[in-house]
């Protein structure tokens, strides 16, 4: 028996489980719902299985009570009782159906809504195909109940939006809706017992695709009444469609049709009823009307419809005269012949056909003479009503064919859902044939109840073992046995051998069959009365008539009217009468009864083989009154309906049961022993897994049997609990996919504004590191190198003395640099002086080169103020040459035009650095002589010469007499030293996310080792390669939501193991709620004041936030950022040992690229770096000051302070004042006392902002030996902040490490981010 579901809500399901849980710490207990208070009070009890006393009688009593109070539903189990109220309750609203929708049966009142929402679930859970059998008497209500659970799938079923299908899928939704209406007008009608009453068995199924989507229909028709066409009893009526049409017609059908009212027409004004109370004719014709339209029923083919109601209508009018001979004569012959125009034939044919019928002789099985014999006015009355019968039967069935080739599905379907609603048992004074197969269908459904839920059920726990006490019902089989049995023949089969032997003569046809009857009289369930016979069917004794039983069992007509439709020029009719029998087949045509046999049987295997659902119609009174309870007339139902055992078979059997295999299938996931990451890992056989998955989901063990093949389960609460942990188990995968994939682009977001960031920051340093590697080339092979000449860290960044920008020491001014001039290089140096009669001595001067010329500036004190005055001027035009020694010194001359002033012989530490500037400038026409000696002028006339000779014990490459002694050097083919590693720093997180270990995912293979995936049972494949499933076993968010409820056995599977926990946890920002904050589905709620994490930042305007362990969205206006407290920053870690420098490579430019980590937070600022000796400038400065004897070491750059200091020390013995020097103050530099008289300088620090230095890729090779000319000069660094800016305090005295610098950098311009 199908059961449904199902998930999510708490509270709603309270399965039995085994023990309870232990209340863990920050367990949540799910609130009371304060609606439930609202509630109104179920009468009764809703489900019967829960009465105290089981009778006939309580269950009527139960009824009762419920129906006066307007419950009409009532369960069963999962079969649905509905007893008609005859009035509008409205429970069919469309709030009332979507608050079944996603329910389980126990969640709502019951419902046929509940029905539908359970076979609709079942279908797409269990894909299995789905029958909803609706059974009750004429006029208990299975017409409303199948309208109901069709609008009901056609609501909740996918829209297929999007999808290709989607229109389609809307289409067949409407067409499937629209078939009621139409199917209602041509087969229904107004009856003594249901003003509405179906005159024919209608089983719809809707296929659904995969997602479930309803993709197509089929209409399989059972049995029109079609006796009903041609007459009806007092106060019944004809098929709706023929008030409507005849009421509703538009002018121009009037005029096509000779229409009238339907007062006018026999067949429909005998009976003495044209209107019903509550039907209003007209309305109904334009919603059959519009039903066609949806359906797609062209114009043509509804005149063609139309054309055949005018023509039974018609026909019905034509009267006989009897003639002197007895024979009968067209009373009025414009009836005929209007006919004729309607059929398009002749009227004299349709005559002809009316009053005579052709006789054929037969010889020995072949055919002889044919004669015309004609007929008295019974029989041509007879005669007349069987072909409008006829003509109406097969437009019917036409109509249903037609609406079938719209509903037809175009793609593929996987299941699907019917509905079965078939005329209900009747019992009339005058009962005939047709009453007598509407009965027998009943007794089928009746078979198919009893077959599943009684008898088939008990067999099965017989079959399967399972512990059982046997209960008695009534087993109508004997009944139907009966009705259909061939041997010994039954009632139909009676009255096919009747019809066959006495074919030509219907009354002697009856008498045939009454005799034929007398051998079933033994049957306790058969009573043979004359012209009648009785059968007590399983819903009372039925006394049937037996005139004219056999005529309408033939169902055949004559061969002259089949004739008449070929004449006819209408291709409809002919469309309609497409089969003739074949008048040389010795096979006898099959009988109605025959009919109706096998499209019953056929009906039964196809219900069979689908999940069925009840609904037991109960019609409470024969008055349709929604007051009055007949008791006596719903107990009788009450019984005949088998409730009562229905209710013991229930209560002592097993509300579920599948097959090892299907339970395995769908619940594997709920056990550790049967699932791993998705992948069915159970090795033993399906049974032993079903049994695990039982036993580790904590179900009691009084709550499932295990049978020989299959499950079994006592309680549906049980069977939803597991539902409900199934449905937790991919809900809780779900989130996890969700949350992995924003961790990925949060963890890819994040690499792409680290990778972003870094490029901006090192794609300046670049520049330096390339000018680097070019000023190595012009040396390289020629010149011995210090063994720290170009420190790995060390980057040629040109204007060490900020002369383009800052110019802190006002060197432009001095040196009288024109606007435009770009300087390209400055530094300190030192030049040798000569004078006269002393030793030649090196004194210190600024060293400018521009794209124009070189500037040796110095430092002279003039009226006790300190000033730079400009040396020398050196246009490079005029440069042709500079000179360098082969050993690994610092001099070079400058080789001019001959002036007085000789060529500037100097020492600088950076003079690789001004070499490789100058030669490109000179766009590579400048010589560099290297040699041992170097040549240059002295004065305008002296040319002199100075050796390089090696000397280990020299120190500073002292000059004495024209000789510089030096210490040996590298070797000229040296490379120099890798880029230093940079120190590691703290690596923040790429992502806070739970997933990601700190630092980004981890290649590493996880260490427990992964079960071997099973193929499950009734698979040939291990299931994890039929659907990929989400790698992560249920967790314990994945349990029952009422865990209360199902409480977990000690055995059950444990959630899976957490995610390794963030090995160094950022402290991550807080964000303080502004206001009060009710969240929604999937929306966090907040408390003003409630502090939260932030994980993710959308530009919509929400945030993704984590509050005590919660994730949910909020919006971020409400949020407000927690300032840090401040924090005493961590020692900064020690910096890695470099690795040995490797053979040298070329070097891609990502090469050039640090690694990027986390600056210990320092508080220096950084400043100018650069220095080969690691000093921090302002310190050098002093040094050299207090050294009194210029840079002497290595310290390419000066800050004022310090420059001024020197010179005031009269080191140069220059003195007077230049007005324009504007020493700065330094005050991030607090140990350099200040010159008292310089005064106050605008802005700018003594260190100005720091190039961006390059560190080294780890393991990157080292500076390649050919780099290719750089494209120009090197970008100077940024510009000092503005004034007013807020500025770092300046960089601590000490090794500048410049790669830290660019970390710290990088890293505040991510907090600024
Ligand atoms: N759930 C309901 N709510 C309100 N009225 C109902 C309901 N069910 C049935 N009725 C009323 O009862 C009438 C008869 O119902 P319905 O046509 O469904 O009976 P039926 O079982 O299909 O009978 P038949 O076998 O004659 O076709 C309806 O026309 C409607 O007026
Ligand atoms: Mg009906």
């Known amino acids: 028996m199908a059961i449904s579901k199902k998930s999510g809500k708490k509270g709603g399901v309270a399965p039995t489980v085994a023990k309870p849980v232990k209340k863990t710490a920050g367990q949540q207990f799910v609130k009371a719902d304060w609606k439930e208070g609202f509630k109104k009070k179920q009468t009764g009890v809703s489900d019967m299985t829960l009465l105290t006393t089981i009778s006939n009688e309580a269950v009527n009593e139960n009824l009762q009570k419920r129906w006066l109070n307007g419950e009409i539903y009532t369960y069963i189990g999962a079969v649905l009782i509905s007893v008609n109220p005859f009035r509008d309750l409205g429970i069919y609203t469309k709030d009332v159906l979507q608050s079944y929708k996603g329910k389980n049966r126990l969640e709502m009142p019951p419902h046929v809504f509940a029905i539908a929402e359970s076979a609709y679930y079942n279908m797409s859970a269990y894909k299995e195909n789905q029958c909803v059998i609706i059974t009750g008497e004429s006029g208990a209500g299975k017409t409303e109940a199948a309208k109901q659970i069709m609008a009901y799938i056609a609501a909740v079923s996918g829209t297929g939006e999007g999808a290709d299908g989607g229109q389609r899928i809307g289409e067949i939704k409407e067409m499937v809706l629209a078939t009621n209406p139409l199917l209602e007008s041509f087969g229904c009608a107004k009856t003594l017992r249901n003003n509405n009453s179906s005159r024919h068995g209608k089983y719809l199924e809707i296929m659904f695709n995969e997602r479930g989507e309803p993709v197509g229909a089929q209409i399989t028709n059972y049995l029109l009444e079609k006796g009903r066409v041609v007459g009806q009893i007092d106060n019944e009526r004809d098929f709706h469609i023929f008030y409507q049409f005849t009421k509703g017609a538009s002018d121009e059908q009037r005029e096509m049709f000779g229409l009238q009212g339907p007062e006018s027409y026999v067949y429909t004004s005998r009976s003495k009823c044209l209107d019903v109370q509550g039907i209003n004719d007209v309305k109904d014709f334009a919603d059959t009307i519009k039903a066609m339209g949806v359906i797609g029923l062209s114009q043509q083919e509804q005149t063609e419809i139309f054309r055949v109601l005018a023509i039974v209508l018609w026909l019905g009018n034509v009267q006989f005269e009897e003639m002197d001979d007895g024979n009968a004569r ?84 996987s299941q699907l859902i019917g509905v079965l609603d078939i005329y ?188 069925p659902s009840y609904i037991r119609t109960i019609k409470p009174n024969q008055n349709r009154s929604s007051s009055e309870y007949d008791v006596k007339a719903v107990l009788h139902q009450i019984k005949y309906l088998g409730l009562q055992e229905n209710i013991r078979v229930r209560r002592a059997g097993f509300a579920y049961r599948n097959t090892f295999e299907k339970v395995v299938e769908r619940f594997y996931l709920l056990s550790k022993a049967t699932s791993y990451a998705g992948d069915y890992i159970w090795q033993g056989d399906p049974k032993s897994g079903c049994e695990k998955i039982l036993i580790d989901t904590g179900i009691a063990k009084d709550e499932w049997q295990m049978g020989v093949t299959k499950a079994f389960i006592k309680n549906p609460e049980t069977l939803f609990a597991l539902e409900t942990m199934r449905d937790r188990y991919w809900h809780n995968m779900a989130a996890r996919i969700q949350r992995a994939w924003r961790n990925y682009w949060r963890y890819k977001n994040e690499c792409a504004r680290r990778i972003q960031r870094f490029w901006k920051n090192n794609k300046e340093a670049i520049v330096y590191a390339q000018a680097r590697d070019y000023a190595n080339t012009i ?68 060293l400018v080169l521009t794209d124009k010329a070189v500037y040796i500036l110095a430092a002279v004190a003039h009226d006790g103020q300190p000033v730079v005055q400009l040396q020398r001027k050196m246009p490079l035009v005029t440069i042709k040459s500079v000179s360098l020694s082969n050993l690994r010194d610092d001099w070079f001359a400058l080789n001019g035009p001959i002036s007085d002033e000789g060529d500037p012989l100097m020492t600088c530490v950076l003079k690789t650095e001004f070499v490789a500037d100058l030669v490109k400038l000179s766009n590579g026409s400048m010589n560099v002589h290297i040699g041992p000696t170097i040549e240059y002028n002295q004065k305008k006339d002296k040319k002199r010469v100075i050796k390089f000779v090696k000397d280990e014990n020299s120190r500073g490459d002292p000059y004495k007499s024209q000789t510089v002694s030096v210490t040996t050097g590298e070797p000229t083919n040296s490379v120099p030293r890798p880029l230093p590693k940079p120190k590691p720093g703290q690596v923040r997180p790429i992502t806070s996310g739970k997933l990601l270990k700190a630092g980004g995912p981890s290649s590493k293979p996880s260490s427990t080792s992964k079960p071997k995936p099973q193929a499950l049972p009734g698979h040939s494949v291990p299931i994890a390669s039929v659907k990929p499933v989400i790698p992560v076993a249920v967790s314990a968010a994945a349990q029952p939501a009422s865990t209360s409820a199902v409480k977990r056995h000690s055995m059950a599977p444990p959630p899976p193991p957490p995610p390794p926990p963030v090995a160094t946890a950022p402290e991550v920002p807080m964000y303080k709620a502004l206001f009060d904050f009710t969240g929604q589905e999937g929306e966090m709620s907040l408390k003003k004041g409630a502090l939260v994490e932030v994980e993710e930042k959308d530009d919509n305007g929400w945030w993704l936030v984590k509050l005590n362990g919660k994730e949910g969205w909020a919006p971020s206006n409400y949020l407000e ?27 891609p430019v990502a090469a050039y690229i640090p690694a990027a980590p986390k600056p210990p937070p320092a508080p220096a600022m950084p400043t100018q770096n650069g220095l080969p000796s690691g000093m921090n400038p ?117 090794q500048m490490d410049l790669a830290a610098a660019l970390q710290r950098r990088a890293q505040r311009i991510a907090d600024d981010d």
């Open 330 to 413: 067209i009373a009025d012959k414009g009836v005929t012949d209007f006919i004729g125009y309607l059929m398009q034939c002749e009227g004299a044919a349709v005559e002809k056909v009316l009053i005579q019928k052709i006789m054929e002789t037969q010889r020995g099985g072949r055919r002889g003479s044919v004669y015309e014999v004609p007929l008295n006015p019974a029989q041509a009355s007879a005669g007349r009503d069987a072909l409008s019968k006829a003509l109406y039967n097969n437009l019917f069935e036409w109509i249903v064919q037609r609406v079938n080739v719209s509903l037809a599905p175009q793609t593929s379907h």
């Open 424 to 611: 209900g048992f009747e019992i009339f004074e005058d009962n005939s044939f047709e009453q007598l197969c509407i009965n027998y269908v009943n007794e089928k459904l009746q078979q198919i109840f009893i077959e599943l839920t009684l008898k088939t059920e008990q067999e099965e726990y017989v079959r399967e073992q399972i512990k059982w006490t046997p209960i008695k019902y009534f087993n109508n089989k004997v009944v139907c046995d009966l009705i259909e049995e061939r041997r010994p023949p039954g009632i139909f089969a009676a009255l096919n051998d009747a019809c066959a032997t006495a074919h030509a003569d219907p009354a002697a046809a009856d008498q045939s069959f009454i005799q034929r009857l007398s051998v079933l009289s033994s049957n306790q369930h058969f009573e043979s009365r004359g012209d009648k016979f009785l059968v007590r069917h399983y819903a009372g004794d039925v006394m049937y008539n037996i005139p004219g039983m056999t005529d309408k069992n033939k169902d055949q007509l004559v061969k002259d009217i089949l004739d008449l439709m070929d004449k006819s020029g209408n291709t409809f009719l002919h469309t309609i009468f497409p089969d003739r029998p074949d008048p040389n087949s010795k096979k006898r045509p099959p009988t109605a009864g025959d009919r109706i046999k096998s499209s019953a049987s056929a009906l039964v295997e196809n219900l069979m083989r689908a999940q």
């Open 779 to 846: 040396l390289a092979g020629r010149k011995e190198r210090r063994r720290m000449s170009i420190l790995g860290s060390r980057k040629f960044l040109g204007d060490y003395l900020d002369v383009g920008k800052a110019d802190p020491l006002m060197l432009k001014g001095s040196a009288g640099l024109a606007s435009g001039e770009t300087v390209a290089f400055s530094c300190r140096a030192e030049v040798l002086i000569s004078k006269f009669g002393r030793t030649s001595k090196l004194t210190p001067r600024f």
């Open 1121 to 1147: 950022l927690v300032p840090p407290k401040s924090k005493a920053p961590p020692t900064p870690p020690a910096p890695a040992r470099r690795p040995p420098p490797a053979a040298p490579q070329a070097v």
């Open 1178 to 1294: 302002a310190a050098a400065a002093i040094k050299a000051a207090a050294a009194g004897g210029g840079l002497g070491k290595p310290s390419g750059m000066t800050p004022a302070a310090a420059a001024i200091k020197a010179a005031a020390a009269g080191r140069d013995g220059a003195t007077g004042g230049l007005k324009h020097v504007k020493p700065p103050t330094a005050p991030t530099v607090p140990t350099v006392p200040t010159v008292p008289k310089v005064p106050k300088a605008p802005g700018p620090p003594v260190a100005t902002k720091p190039k961006p230095a390059l560190a080294p890729k780890p393991g990157a090779p080292p500076v390649a030996t050919k780099p290719p000319v750089p494209g120009g000069i090197p970008k100077p660094p940024p510009p000092p902040p503005m004034p007013g800016q807020v500025k770092k305090p300046a960089g601590a005295v000490g």
